[in-house]
């Protein structure tokens, strides 16, 4: 069965710091790969996704990430944190032959101002 | 209201006894999910529906769970004789066709359900 890895649990980081949280798939067809955000308080929200094309996605709030396919990777990047990026992130996979979403347990990211 | 909405928000229930959780996915979508959160366990995916498909039960923890959607659009979801291992954040995200590049899952706010 398809599964979701994300190894950093918890990320602090001061503001202008570059962020980038891992994620890693098991599944070894074509995969839809996401990225949702849950700021505090509020529901998750997608924040970049990679259906097919360019491997390098541009999502909201100067976000992006990158698909790897020899390395299963799907790692989301930042250059320069604010602290209003403080939230939990979590890392997404759709298999296209099944449609579930499979998600994986969520980094949370804290920003010293 | 044009997002998805999700009742109780909270629900406190003694061990043993039944809960129903129910949600009311956006207008239109097709695709609607169960999903459980627990404290630093992540998205745990419970069950999918699609349209008129099967659903896919395949995260359902045991069969003290069930769910099901009415006429295509609302969704219950039914724990039976409640454990503590029950409480979390249940919620529910509608799609209007999954996997289509217009179609990311839009979430409700949960029902936090705790099990006393």
């Known amino acids: 069965a398809q599964s979701v890895s994300q190894h950093n649990h918890h990320v602090i980081l001061s503001e202008a710091a570059s962020l980038e949280l891992g994620c890693n798939y098991s599944y070894g067809g074509t995969v839809n790969l996401f990225w949702y955000v849950q700021y505090p308080g509020q529901h998750l929200q997608l924040l970049l996704k990679?259906?097919?094309?360019?491997?390098l996605v541009k999502g909201i709030k100067g976000f992006e990430a990158e698909f790897i396919k020899s390395k299963f990777s799907f790692n989301l990047r930042k250059p320069s944190v604010q602290w209003s990026d403080t939230a939990e992130y979590f890392c997404?996979?759709?298999?296209?032959?099944?449609?579930?979403?499979?998600f994986g347990s969520g980094t949370r990211l804290s920003i010293r101002p | 209201g044009a997002g998805v909405s999700q009742s109780p928000s909270n629900k406190v229930t003694e061990k043993g006894k039944d809960v129903e959780l129910r949600c009311d996915p956006i207008?239109?979508?097709?695709?609607l999910y169960w999903y459980r959160q627990s404290l630093g366990q992540g998205l745990e995916f419970l069950i999918y529906?699609?349209?008129?498909?099967?659903?896919?039960k395949s995260g359902l923890p045991s069969d003290r769970f069930s769910a099901e959607r009415t006429g295509g659009s609302v969704s219950t979801l039914t724990i039976q004789r409640t454990q503590q291992e029950d409480s979390a954040v249940y919620l529910c995200?509608?799609?209007?066709?999954?996997?289509?590049?217009?179609?990311?899952?839009?979430f409700g706010n949960g029902t936090r359900l705790t099990v006393t």
């Open positions: 997404a996979v759709k298999v296209s032959s099944a449609s579930k979403i499979i």
């Open positions: 207008s239109g979508h097709t695709a």
């Open positions: 990679y259906f097919s094309g360019d491997p």
């Open positions: 529906f699609q349209g008129n498909s099967a659903p896919d």
């Open positions: 995200a509608s799609s209007f066709a999954p996997g289509t590049s217009s179609s990311p899952l839009h």
